[in-house]
């Protein structure tokens, strides 16, 4: 893919915070777009991990055998409420399709068969999500927040999540490429 500038917000697409998002959830992170149509945009932060413990209804540790499952925050709406995205196109009825290989959706009992399979689908438990009314993501992109560049499943699922706003960066190139290389503590300059 060229480096060029990428300025279409789309179903599909990455938001990667700039530098001046310094604070909570949506420093450094990465929104992978899920929806956007006029009536407003939404969205899953993908590489901010949590470390939780799960009731047994959700996930029977004894019994979860699928090494790609991870948990992370999705955005600071609804926090209690769990989303799947995931690489499984086996329940087409209950999903959507995201980008090329990346899927949203699934009921319990979906999660359930593909948290026992060995090789299973790489899943991302996200709890809460990110969303915005109409016209407000394309303010804030025309505001500076963000940068857009087009989502690929090998970041989503491939990527380890704490690298994946500086590769991001450095993937679209210029001056982006000089961004990633910014301190997350400027006093540490």
């Known amino acids: ?12 697409t990455f938001l990667i915070a700039t530098p001046d998002v310094e604070k909570g959830i949506f420093s450094r992170s ?25 009731p047994k209804e959700i996930i029977n540790t004894e019994t979860l055998s699928n090494p ?16 799947l995205l995931h690489t499984s196109n086996s329940v087409a009825n209950q999903t959507l399709k995201v980008c090329d290989g990346v899927y ?17 689908p790489h899943v991302h438990l ?13 303010r804030e992109f025309l505001d500076g927040n963000w940068f857009v560049w087009p989502a690929k499943e090998s970041h989503i699922f491939h990527t380890p999540p704490e690298k994946l706003w500086g590769i991001l960066l450095r993937e679209m190139g210029g001056k982006h490429a000089s961004l990633s290389m910014i301190p997350e503590d400027l006093s540490l300059n």
Do not use: R
Not at 69 to 82: D, E, K, W
């Open 1 to 12: 893919m060229d480096a060029i500038p990428y300025s279409q917000i789309e179903k599909g």
């Open 30 to 54: 990465v929104v992978l777009i899920c929806e956007h149509n006029s009536s407003g945009s939404f969205g899953l932060v993908i590489n901010k991990p949590l470390h939780l413990e799960l």
């Open 126 to 138: 996200c709890f809460g999500y990110t969303g915005w009314g109409a016209g407000q993501l394309e």
């Open 104 to 120: 949203l959706g699934g009921d319990l009992q979906f999660l359930q068969e593909i948290l026992t399979e060995e090789n299973g």
């Open 68 to 83: 790609y499952v991870s948990i992370c925050a999705g955005g600071p709406m609804q926090t209690n409420q769990m989303m």
